[in-house]
């Protein structure tokens, strides 16, 4: 059975199912940038605090990539929906980081497996 646990506290799980992988949900609200969530799921996924590793800036600018995403990144509803109303931005990126491919989603979803 595929499992997926919460971490307390930072929102970052892992998948006890037959791949090696952390899933991890952004909380936009929180005190912690993605940024952070990427390196704190990284971490967990190497079983290593997360200063044990490199600077997520020698793989991605870390500043462009929390803008990338920002709350405000939202585009307007263009398939007819009522006047003024909005929807969510899309997309995603990916990057290696750490010996792993992160994958990072415009709903704040982050996926870090082996590389």
């Known amino acids: 059975m595929d499992e997926t646990r919460v971490l307390p506290g930072n929102d970052v799980g892992w998948n006890t199912g037959s791949t090696d992988e952390v899933v991890a949900r952004h909380d936009r609200s929180g005190r912690d940038t993605l940024?952070?969530?990427v390196v704190t799921a990284t971490a967990q996924l190497h079983g290593v605090d997360a200063i044990d590793l490199p600077p997520l800036s020698e793989a991605i600018d870390p500043?462009?990539?929390?803008?990338?995403?920002?709350?405000?990144?939202r585009v307007a509803a263009t398939d007819g929906g009522t006047r003024g109303s909005i929807a969510p931005a899309r997309g995603r990126i990916g990057f290696r980081y750490a010996?792993?491919?992160?994958?990072?989603?415009a709903d704040g979803t982050v996926i870090v497996t082996p590389a």
Do not use: G, N, R
């Open 63 to 73: 500043d462009a990539l929390c803008q990338l995403f920002a709350p405000l990144a």
């Open 35 to 37: 940024a952070v969530t």
């Open 99 to 105: 010996a792993c491919d992160v994958t990072v989603w």
